[in-house]
């Protein structure tokens, strides 16, 4: 499992998981509302903290900064 989220995509995820979360829980939404928010928002959270999403691995994208080779 390597690194696929990076660059600016990993703390918008966060902070969007964070948020997502956030509305989940004080915001008042129907029961489906509520459950839809909270479980987006982890898994925003969780693929930002993380640095991988299985779906982008599945679609072929990878915002990580590409890792230096060896020095010669």
Do not use: H, Q, W
């Amino acid at each position: 499992m390597g690194c696929n989220v990076g660059g600016i995509e990993r703390p918008i995820r966060i902070v969007v998981g964070i948020l997502l979360i956030g509305i989940g829980a004080v915001a008042g939404l129907p029961a489906v509302g509520t459950g839809i928010a909270l479980t987006l928002g982890a898994v925003a959270l969780v693929t930002g903290v993380i640095d991988y999403c299985p779906l982008s691995t599945l679609f072929g994208i990878n915002t990580c900064a590409a890792t230096p080779g060896p020095k010669k």
